[in-house]
């Protein structure tokens, strides 16, 4: 195992020799806000270089291998992207400069919320969130504003189904909205009657993943939008599953006033250590003038010059990050979009989904596929085997290690007991999909003949199976030197 | 999958079991929830003296593979929590029945019992659920 940067260091070890000052010191601040010794590792450069090119060598990314995470559409992230964004005149601007002197980012912004308003059959996008959450958090603030401006303070009520993303209860509670919990029919559907009861004048609105977590295009959605629009209520989609959908569905065609797109998941910008993430919100008539500010506004004069500026749309929640949200980010999007093209986006959709069902047809002739439909871009297996009952899904996952996959998503979504769920995206190739599903077969088999191979993997990987347990009972947060390990210490 | 039902108790629909004494009752989860939840390594409990309704969330249970909401089976206000959980979680594991107890209530109102589960009952709910 690589050691932590600290073990390498030596006392009086330096990686960059500075000149000598030449220049008066000037004052150190006070000394009551001076922190004595502050314990920094003290290495070479070619230390500092190996270090973390063999941390670097240890990690699995999608750029190694195929990365099947379920929710997270861990699609490849074109170079291009990164080219662009390395572009000179972009990388030296300042949030801070006048208008006038970054009119081509501006630019850019506006074009990119016009393609995301495009794809989402919305009136409006912003680019401020900065993820998906902080998107969902904007969306529930123009919906509790919106019931606000009518005077319906008590609509306090969010419809969320069972099968929802953890971060849905979350963002209603951190607006003060209560979470109503309302259960998947057998097909995998919101089910409609068990929406019924909550339709009433508590009712802020519903957040609704769709496709949802089980993979499936929910087949009431048109109805279930009505019915809560016909209630007063507002729809929330919560955009993670987008990569099902573009130029396929309009969610703001479906009747969804607004929805957050994750720019990390579905338009291939970094994600999952690398980042930042973005969640611009987009938004039907209903919400627009709500969206979370400024936005890019773009203006022609007479003599058909274009100018662009910054607006805050007119009953604005505000801003909600600093800044423009993460510009360099929007600039990766930008170019995944135009590169690719309509025709383009909607391809990647397509293949998306076929990726998926290919992957399900084949793995649920030996896992037990309970929700069994034809699936979007994802779908939910369950890890556990009629003939080997000691083995779970978290064994299944930790062997796939050993194959060279990252394992999916396990035990989520919560309605599927020892869930795995499988998302291949579009940038998988049928032979990657194949050298995948043999793996996942060949994995059945040795669960049968020999559990113990499953329970005690990964075999390959740099650290064998991790104590969670433990690190979750007793976490130690940040790297302690031997001598202050309260492990070892015996006072404590 | 093999479990344990304590034949003193009677059981919620969420598996919660709760054991009655006069007036007061003592509330956990059951061996098939633990042991579905796996290893716990977290309970956060309420403050003794809030009071819940039937079938209200009234704690949480964290293991390594997800976070559940506990629900009260009958309405109460809290008069005793089982402080040791939050030192050894792994009670909840050990011993559900026993020392893995959640919270002691004041029983608002002993008829809701009639809504809970005998052990029987409780028995084949979850060889139903478990298909």
């Given amino acids: 195992m690589e050691p932590v940067i600290y073990e390498l260091s030596a006392p009086g070890r330096c990686a960059a020799h500075l000149p000598e000052l030449d220049v008066p010191a000037s004052q150190l601040p006070p000394e009551h806000l001076l922190r004595e010794d502050l314990d920094l590792p003290e290495v070479s450069e070619l230390d500092l270089m190996r270090h973390y090119v063999r941390l670097s060598q240890l990690n699995h990314g999608v750029d190694v291998g195929m990365y099947p995470l379920g929710s997270c559409t861990m699609k490849y992230n074109p170079k291009v992207n990164e080219e662009a964004a390395r572009i000179t005149g972009l990388v030296e601007t300042h949030p801070y400069q006048p208008v006038e002197t970054v009119q081509g980012n501006l630019a850019i912004m506006h074009e990119l919320q016009g393609y995301l308003a495009e794809l989402g059959g919305f009136e409006a996008v912003s680019l401020q969130p900065a993820a998906g959450a902080h998107g969902e958090l904007s969306g529930t603030l123009m919906i509790r504003a919106y019931h606000r401006d009518r005077g319906d303070d008590q609509r306090t009520i969010m419809l969320i189904p069972d099968s929802a993303h953890g971060t849905n209860p979350a963002s209603t509670a951190m607006v003060g909205m209560e979470t109503v919990e309302v259960r998947s029919d057998a097909r995998g559907n919101m089910e409609i009657e068990a929406l019924k009861p909550h339709l009433n004048e508590r009712l802020a609105g519903l957040m609704l993943t769709n496709p949802n977590t089980l993979g499936l295009y929910d087949e009431h959605v048109l109805e279930v939008c009505r019915l809560v629009h016909e209630a007063g209520g507002l729809v929330y989609g919560d955009g993670a599953n987008f990569n099902a959908l573009m130029g396929i569905v309009k969610p703001g065609d479906v009747g969804f006033d607004v929805l957050h797109y994750n720019l990390h998941k579905t338009f291939s910008t970094p994600h999952g250590g690398g980042g930042p993430g973005s969640g611009p919100v987009g938004a039907a008539p209903t919400l627009a003038d709500y969206l979370p500010g400024p936005i890019v506004a773009r203006d022609e004069n007479e003599a058909g010059a274009t100018a662009y500026r910054f607006v805050m749309p007119e009953r604005s929640i505000g801003r909600i990050k600093s800044f423009y949200g993460h510009f360099g980010i929007m600039v990766r999007a930008y170019a995944y979009i135009r590169m690719l093209g309509a025709q383009g986006l909607l391809d990647s959709s397509m293949a998306a989904v076929l990726n998926a069902n290919y992957l399900q047809a084949i793995l649920s002739e030996v896992y037990p596929l309970p929700y069994d439909r034809v699936c979007m871009h994802e779908f939910v297996l369950q890890g556990r085997l009629e003939d080997a009952p000691d083995v779970r899904a978290l064994d299944i996952a930790k062997r796939l290690i050993d194959f060279g996959f990252h394992p999916p998503t396990n035990y989520f979504p919560l309605i599927v007991p020892e869930a795995l769920m499988i998302e291949p995206t579009e940038t998988e190739s049928k032979q990657t999909l194949d050298r995948f599903a043999e793996a996942m077969l060949r994995i059945a088999q040795e669960a049968r003949e020999d559990p113990e191979l499953l329970q005690n993997a990964p075999h390959h990987a740099p650290l064998r199976r991790l104590d969670e347990v433990r690190a979750a009972r007793e976490p130690v947060l940040s790297w302690q030197r031997p001598e202050d390990d309260p492990a070892t210490d015996e006072t404590e | ?131």
């Avoid at chain 2, 509330?27 to 290893?39: C, H, K, M, N, P």
């Avoid at chain 2, 209530?105 to 060889?127: C, G, H, N, Q, T």
């Fill in chain 2, 1 to 131: 999958m093999a479990f344990e039902v304590n034949s003193d108790c009677r059981y919620a629909e969420n598996h919660e079991w709760i054991q009655v004494t006069g007036d007061t009752a003592t509330v956990g989860i059951s061996d098939y929830a633990q042991q579905e939840l796996t290893d716990v390594v977290f309970v956060e409990l309420p403050e003794i003296g809030d009071t819940f309704a039937q079938g209200e969330p009234f704690a949480v249970v964290e293991s390594v593979k997800a976070a559940s909401d506990v629900y009260l089976p009958i309405s109460g206000e809290i008069i005793e929590v089982n402080d040791a959980l939050e030192d050894a979680p792994e009670l909840v594991n050990d011993e559900p029945y026993g020392d893995g107890w959640f919270i002691r209530i004041k029983v608002a109102d002993p008829d809701e019992m009639d809504d809970l589960m005998s052990p029987d009952e409780y028995r084949e709910f979850v060889a139903e659920q478990e298909g």
